[in-house]
């Protein structure tokens, strides 16, 4: 789906039936990489989360459509349209939308300069929250920092191949695993915590974005871009990274009181991996 193709496109999903069940109330949530337009997406479960939860303010931390992917080969179902059907009803009932596009969504960035809100949702480089508890933090995708991304794309072309290939290899390891008794298990996430220079490269990027933050006077962080859901102390700022609907499936939110908690969604309703990607009943 091209940039130019979509205003009209989200016009009429608005008027289309997304009926929240609205059961967790929070005051902010965050979501990123959620790659819609790739097979790896858990769309089924981020429409779950999205139909029973309501918030005041709703950021999309980039990376939300996968336009890279969908470039190379065109992949979008029901549960697609699901998700933005919800994003959308959210808006229409007086969240505060804001979609900070990522580097897989960067066909978007074109709109930055003109300061652009399209049914409801706002388009910005980057934005600020401040918790109830007057924490003021700053909100972006991240990729910025990545050195790859920025000084040797084709590089993070091929990452993003390799990536998906363990996608693909996770599934049918898992569906050994499943035949022989055992839970889900990622095969993607493993790796990338045992190869060193992948450990280095993540404390690298959380290390330099705690440190703009710093830098510019914010108390945290809170970024998306490498899936690896965590909420941490850097050096008296507080780094917080909202993860991915790919794998973690987890979403940063605060609540009224201004605490602030990663919820991993898929863990919490015990949503089967291995189930087939049909719309997740809603329960209140």
Known sequence: MCAARCVPYLLLLMNASADPVRGHRYRAVFISDVHLGTRGCRS?????????????????????????RLRKSWYWDDQCDEVLRLILRHARDGAEVTYIPGNHDEMFRAWLPLGLEIAGIRLRKEAVHTTFDNRRLLVMHGDEFDSVVRYAKFLAYLGDGAYTAALSLNTWFNAVRRRLGYPYWSLSQWLKRQVKEAVKAIDRFEVALAGE?????FDGIVCGHIHQAEMRDVNGTLYINDGDWVESCTALVEHHDGRLELVEWAELNRLSFFAPRTGVPATA
Do not use: E, H, K, Y
Request: net charge positive.
């Open 44 to 68: 089924d479960f981020l429409a779950d989360f999205l139909r029973r939860m309501s918030c005041d303010r709703l950021f999309l931390v980039g990376d939300i459509i996968d336009g890279w």
């Open 213 to 217: 933050a710093r830098r510019r006077g």
